[in-house]
T-cell receptor
Framework: GESVGLHLPTLSVQEGDNSIINCAYS??????FIWYKQESGKGPQFIID?????DKRQGQRVTVLLNKTVKHLSLQIAATQPGDSAVYFC???????????FGTGTRLKVLA | DADVTQTPRNRITKTGKRIMLECSQT?????MYWYRQDPGLGLRLIYY???????NKGEISDGYSVSRQAQAKFSLSLESAIPNQTALYFC??????????????FGPGTRLTVL
């Protein structure tokens, strides 16, 4: 079922275009950030992470940008493919807490 | 992630029943977590465990209990299920490298419906 993802903001992107998914985090003391991908019927899958001493980190077809001034995190996916269709959400963690705070997510739809 | 497994994957039960959800991992991680996911909300932490003898409440522990039977096993129980516990439940694990930068890896989830 698709019960997770109801009422989420949706980003529709043409196949082959680049996608940018945004996340505003809540606490300026957070020092670690992660992006997860969640496909229908599956658990969240780690995509990429970044520490607060960095502004940018690149993976395979994905880039995470961190703007600590405005507490903003973005995930860029290059050459978006149908398999990228999923819900994407960010998580933040603060020093010493060992706990994550999760965003609600954005649904990415890739149009053929 | 196949290294973190959850059983059952789907469960329908009635109000008042006791339910146990199980999680096993082969990652060798010390830390394990239970979350629930509801539509329109982020994952919320129910309980977490840093080792077999360490159990901690998360932000929404009321109505739940856990047991860490071994390093690789962490089970979640609903003592008397109620309809607002209908949700997706996820188990996660992480290493114990210290600090807040331990990446958490999730199981496939259990869909629980309480009638």
């Amino acid at each position: 079922g698709e019960s997770v993802g109801l009422h989420l903001p949706t980003l529709s992107v043409q196949e082959g275009d680049n996608s940018i998914i945004n996340c505003a985090y809540s606490n300026s003391a957070s020092d670690y950030f992660i992006w997860y991908k969640q496909e229908s019927g599956k658990g969240p899958q780690f995509i990429i992470d970044i520490r607060s001493n960095m502004d940018k980190r690149q993976g395979q077809r994905v880039t995470v940008l961190l703007n600590k001034t405005v507490k903003h995190l973005s995930l860029q996916i290059a050459a978006t493919q149908p398999g990228d269709s999923a819900v994407y959400f960010c998580a933040e963690s603060r020093p010493g807490t060992y706990k994550y705070i999760f965003g609600t997510g954005t649904r990415l739809k890739v149009l053929a | 992630d196949a290294d973190v497994t959850q059983t059952p994957r789907n469960r329908i039960t009635k109000t008042g029943k006791r339910i146990m959800l199980e999680c096993s991992q082969t990652k060798g991680h010390d830390r394990m977590y239970w979350y629930r996911q509801d539509p329109g909300l982020g994952l919320r932490l129910i309980y977490y465990s840093f080792d077999v003898k360490d159990i901690n409440k998360g932000e929404i522990s009321d109505g739940y209990s856990v047991s860490r039977q071994a390093q690789a096993k962490f089970s979640l129980s609903l003592e008397s299920a109620i309809p607002n516990q209908t949700a997706l439940y996820f188990c996660a694990t992480s290493e114990s490298g210290g600090g807040s930068t331990d990446t958490q890896y999730f199981g496939p989830g259990t869909r629980l419906t309480v009638l």
